[in-house]
């Protein structure tokens, strides 16, 4: 089975910095597409940051400037570096990736469990 595990959430103040990890492990062939995204209480899941197998990414508005998104392709890992913290950043994070998986060649969207990401005022 392929996994993807998240790291480095928890309490801040605003104005603070936070790094969230995920490695993703276990029979991969190729990552391509990977992101994270977040949710918050009545709210639905929302794109915060994505990085192409190239590098290339996007952003969401609200943290654009602020929030750093990277990834390590022989480490199987992609970064969240999120600077100038504020209260409405407080959500879980999801890491998500698009992987290929080693034992059938098949392109599959996974999800990681959740971190929290609290921005205390």
């Known amino acids: 089975q392929v996994q993807l595990v998240e790291s480095g959430g928890g309490l801040v103040q605003a104005g603070g910095s936070l790094r969230l990890s995920c490695a993703a492990s276990r029979n991969i062939f190729r990552i391509n597409a990977m992101g994270w995204y977040r949710q918050s209480p009545g709210k639905q899941r929302e794109l915060v940051a994505g990085?192409?197998?190239?590098?290339?990414?996007n952003y969401a508005d609200s943290v654009k400037g602020r929030f750093t998104i990277s990834r390590d392709n022989a480490k199987k890992t992609v970064y969240l570096q999120m600077n100038s913290l504020q209260p409405e950043d407080t959500a879980v994070y999801y890491c998500?990736?698009?992987?290929?998986?080693?034992?059938?060649?098949?392109?599959?969207?996974?999800w990681g469990q959740g971190t929290q990401v609290t921005v205390s005022s």
């Open positions: 990085i192409t197998s190239g590098g290339t990414t």
């Open positions: 998500n990736a698009d992987i290929v998986r080693n034992w059938d060649l098949k392109e599959i969207n996974y």
